[in-house]
Each structure stands twice: as C-alpha cells, then as structure tokens.
C-alpha cells in the first residue's frame, strides 16, 4: 500500500470515528429535551386538574362547581394512561352530587381525583426511568465510541512507527555508521510503504556502489567534459588509440583513430595485430593503440 492511501485510510478512520461520537452527543441531546417536555405537557396537566378539583369538593360554591367543570375538561384533553378514562367518568358521574353536598359521591369523586393525580405521577415516574435509561444509553454510546477512536488511534499510531517511524531510524542509523567508517553497514528493508522500501534500497546500491573498487565500475564515460578530457589525453599519445567498453563500443578515441577506416576500426575491436591491446583494471574494457609505424607500413 503506498503511503499517501495509508495515510488516508487511517486519518479517515479517525475522523469518521469523531464524526459519529458527534453525532451521537447531540442525538442524546436533542431526544432528552422533547422527552422533558412531553412528561411537563402531559401528566403534569393532569395532575394540576385532578388538585383543582379536590380543591373544589372540599369548598363547595358556585365559583368552585365552575372550576371543577374546567378542571375535568382538562383532564378529558388531556388523557395519557389507560387508568385515566375510567376515573374521568367517575368524576364526570359523582362530581355534581359531591358538589351538592353527598358524602357518599364526595367520598367517590375524592377517591377518584386522587387516583388520576396518582396515575400521572406514575407516569411521570415511568418517563423519568425512560430518560435516564436513554441518558445512560446515550453516555454508554459515547464512551465506546470515544474508547474505539482511542483504540483507532492507537492502532494507527503503531503502524505509522512500524512502517515509516523505524524504517527511516534504519535508514539514519546505517548513514551514520557509514560516516563513522563502517562500510559494510546497510540498510535493513522493511515491510511497509512501497516509497520508503524504495528508498532502502537504493541507499543500500548507492552504499554498495561505494564500497566497489573503482577499477570493478563499469567503465563507460558519460559525462561529457570527462569524455572531452580524455580524448585531450588521448591525443597527446602516438598512434591511434581507441578505448572500447566490455561489449565492444567505442566509448573515446583520438584524432589518429578517427580517421581510420570502419574495417580498421573492426580490426582494433578484435585486437588483431598491428593493433595492441591494454586491459582496463577488471571492467572488461580495453585500451587498443596502433603505433605509429605499424600505420606507415600500411600500403
């Protein structure tokens, strides 16, 4: 995998991580607010109009009978247990008779009242068990995903160390050494990014290169002032010389072998006679002269 793919893969990986623990936060968030205000707005209402209306039996008058109707309309709009429709029509049946005076229908619609506030504070209750278990869910959520973006982290981390933190160690520790005159100290290839496998290795060429006699290079000149120079040396020497590489190509030659022949320039590259031949270190390469009486001998 090259490096900038893996450094995206893991990078992304984080931030999706941190992304979704967002999201999940203001999730919780927004759901605990609707469920605050659907226990205010439903049982509380309720509540409210069952104490109004016990507030009413207990002090009877004209002025409490109309507070009583208005609290059991409330109450009838406002229905959220399945306990409550029974108590409102008890209340609706025995609230008059209670209003009038009855004990027996003021003992009912007491009992009754006090049961539908009874309700809705169970369902109070209920909501509030709801949204602390959807509060703690929510939390738990939070920590996992906050424990795996660690864990992410963790995990990217390491494998940034093991596949570009050490190799690059390596490779400064083995310069190093190399500097300090250890010249056989290379480069140890790791398993990681194809770049920083590429780069291992061509430090260990260039190290070998290095260390290579420099009568074992290849004796090839490429650089053009150096092939120029050479060809001033060559001049100055009697004769045609011409320099071959070890598969047979002219690489320099003085101006007396420059105006040869393509036949005598095949007989320098296989060395025959008059044509003298000087091997160039362990390269391969030769040195071929023709003197400057075997070329005025020739007819």
């Known amino acids: 995998m090259r490096l900038r793919t893996e450094l995206r893969l893991g990078i992304g990986a984080l931030l999706a991580v941190q992304a979704l623990t967002t999201l999940a936060a203001v999730s919780l968030l927004g759901r605990m607010g609707p469920a605050v205000d659907v226990v205010m707005q439903e049982n509380v209402v309720s509540i409210e109009a069952a104490e109004d209306m016990l507030a009413a039996v207990a002090d009877p008058s004209p002025e409490s009978t109309q507070h009583f109707i208005d609290g059991l309309a409330r109450a009838r709009a406002n229905v959220t247990e399945e306990a409550e429709p029974a108590l409102l029509d008890v209340l609706e049946a025995r ?29 109070m209750a209920k909501a509030s068990v709801a949204a602390r278990w959807r509060a703690f869910a929510g939390a738990w959520s939070a920590v996992l995903l906050g424990l795996l973006s660690f864990a992410l982290s963790l995990v990217l981390t390491r494998r940034l160390r093991a596949r570009i933190d ?10 190093e050494g190399v500097q300090e005159g250890c010249a056989v ?42 092939r120029a120079a050479l060809r001033l040396v060559l001049d100055e020497l009697p004769g045609a010389v011409v320099v071959f590489s070890a598969d047979g190509r002219p690489q320099v030659a003085n101006l007396a072998a420059l105006a040869l022949e393509a036949a ?17 270190g362990e390269t391969g390469a030769r040195l071929v002269r023709r003197p400057p009486e075997a070329q005025t001998e020739d007819p």
């Open 264 to 280: 005598d320039l095949d007989v320098a590259r296989a060395g025959a006679p008059p044509w003298k031949v000087t091997p160039i």
């Open 166 to 175: 050490d190799p690059l160690q390596e490779l400064a520790a083995a310069l």
């Open 95 to 123: 609230g008059p008779a209670a209003l009038n005076g009855d004990a027996e229908a003021r003992h009912d619609t007491v009992k009754a009242a006090r049961a539908l506030a009874e309700v809705n504070r169970d369902g």
């Open 185 to 226: 100290r290379r480069v140890e290839v790791f398993e990681g990014p194809e770049e920083v496998r590429r780069v291992s290795e061509l430090v260990n060429r260039l190290l070998d290169d290095r260390r290579r006699p420099l009568d074992a290079r290849p004796a090839q000149v490429h650089d053009p002032d150096a």
